[in-house]
């Protein structure tokens, strides 16, 4: 069993929705990571989170440490956000080895 | 910073050869992550690094798989002799003191 699940598994939007992606954990963390993938590329970290919000541009993060959920939220979505967007925390709470989600993969249309 | 560089971007070789893949982290980091990348498994960790030694190397695969960091500044991963299977995309990845990972563009392993 996967230790970090995302859902949705794939996202289908039109250009200017907001999006939603979760992430669910199962084990006292540290940190969390929302990374980014686009296709054929390179990853890409997008935030490193352990309490609260971040917001970088059109992307926020949150995450509920007691829930053990994290949100990742685009607002006025654009097919460049299309990508695959995966979470992922340390392993054993660490941050020297990371436990990865197996990613949403977004898809905007213009 | 150039970031974290991998090299080669891509590679294809035949069953049976030896392949080496490179990456020099960003100065200052501690950590270097070797990350195999499949459709089937997703992400996975080879093998990491603290300080240029090897902390956890469970996740390689078997002993066809070696990887060494020389110094602070470079790291190689080696498949010797290489099989079909392997094929994959092969990210390093280094940690920096403010916790942030910065991954490198990847090598495209093609064995046939």
């Known amino acids: 069993k996967n230790e970090v699940e995302q859902s949705p598994q794939n996202l289908t939007a039109q250009e200017g929705e907001f999006i939603t992606i979760n992430c669910s954990y199962s084990?006292?963390?540290?940190?969390l990571h929302w990374l980014q993938q686009h296709p054929g590329g390179g990853i890409v970290s997008l935030f490193m989170l352990s309490s609260g919000k971040k917001k970088h541009g059109r992307l926020i993060a949150t995450i509920n440490i007691q829930e053990k959920h994290s949100s990742l939220h685009i607002t006025a979505s654009h097919p460049r956000d299309s990508a695959v967007y995966i979470c992922?925390?340390?392993?054993?709470?660490?941050?020297?080895?990371?436990?990865f989600g197996k990613g949403t993969k977004l898809s905007v249309k213009p | 910073d150039a970031g974290v560089i991998q090299s080669p971007r891509h590679e294809v070789t035949e069953m049976g050869q030896e392949v080496t893949l490179r990456c020099k982290p960003i100065s200052g980091h501690d950590y270097l992550f070797w990350y195999r990348q499949t459709m089937m498994r997703g992400l996975e960790l080879l093998i990491y690094?603290?300080?240029?030694?090897?902390?956890?190397d469970s996740g390689m695969p078997e002993d066809r798989f070696s990887a060494k960091m020389p110094n602070a500044s470079f790291s190689t991963l080696k498949i010797q002799p290489s099989e079909p299977r392997d094929s994959a995309v092969y990210f390093c990845a280094s940690l920096g003191p403010s916790g942030g990972y910065t991954f490198g563009s990847g090598t495209r392993l093609t064995v046939v």
């Open positions: 992922a925390h340390g392993r054993g709470g660490s941050q020297g080895n990371l436990i």
């Open positions: 084990v006292g963390i540290s940190a």
């Open positions: 690094f603290n300080n240029n030694v090897p902390i956890d």
